[in-house]
């Protein structure tokens, strides 16, 4: 049970190079979350899925696009990096919804990407 | 007026004291929140949930406060292994129609030998 994972763990980029940062969980939860954190700024969303076929904006998308290709596997991807894009990326799924609370965050190990 | 606010620290303690965070909330009708724990470079993981009954675990416990809209960590009997970044978040309200959780920037925690 791997719970949630990410590839790859390390990336740099160029400039204007693209790339696509996977993540998938067998929690089998709905929910799943792409984060960046960069220092001192806490965790940021970029974009998220209720479910499976659903995505939305968060607080910093621009520049960024995702795929929810199934219920396990939730991707975003960088059309063309810049520097502003080097940060710290994590995927999340959430747990469920109970009648009154919300269950927690499950989080993958993160990739750190580098953009020159 | 930030949603989630904490004090950056960090809070440099010996090992063995006893050390407390708060974090306050500006959303009035949170009800449930939650303390991460997240090491140098690595993911959050979660730490205890904290609702309106508060919660304990072993040398750590968490509080709610409503009236002064704050929720506190406790930590006692500092270990050297405490050492990390402590988030707290709150979660979307069920049936609030959001999937946003709201995170602090953390509190730094460094526990010296």
């Known amino acids: 049970n791997a719970g949630v994972t990410q590839t790859p763990k390390f990336q740099v980029l160029k400039t204007g190079q693209s790339m696509t940062l996977q993540c998938a969980q067998d929690m089998n939860h709905n929910s799943m979350y792409w984060y960046r954190q960069d220092p001192g700024m806490g965790l940021r969303l970029i974009y998220y899925?209720?479910?499976?076929?659903?995505?939305d904006k968060g607080e910093v998308p621009n520049g960024y696009n995702v795929s929810r290709l199934n219920k396990r596997e939730f991707s975003l991807r960088l059309e063309s990096a810049a520097p502003s894009q080097t940060s710290v990326y994590f995927c999340?799924?959430?747990?469920?919804?109970?009648?009154?609370?919300?269950?927690?965050?499950?989080f993958g190990p993160g990739t750190r990407l580098t953009v020159l | 007026r930030k949603e989630v606010e904490q004090d950056p620290g960090p809070f440099n303690v010996p090992e063995g004291a006893t050390v407390a965070f708060n974090c306050t909330y500006s959303?009035?009708?949170?009800?449930?929140f939650f303390w991460y724990r997240q090491d140098c470079r690595k993911e959050p993981k979660l730490l205890m949930s904290v609702y309106s009954s508060g919660n304990e675990d072993g040398r750590f416990t968490a509080q709610l406060n409503r009236a002064s809209q704050y929720i506190s960590l406790l930590i006692r009997d500092s270990k050297l292994s405490d050492s990390a970044t402590y988030l707290c978040v709150a979660p979307p309200r069920a049936y609030s129609g959001t999937y946003k959780y709201i995170f602090g920037t953390g509190t730094r925690l460094k526990v010296l030998a």
């Open positions: 959303n009035s009708a949170s009800q449930s």
């Open positions: 899925s209720a479910s499976e076929g659903t995505t």
């Open positions: 999340a799924t959430e747990g469920g919804r109970g009648p009154i609370y919300s269950d927690t965050q499950y």
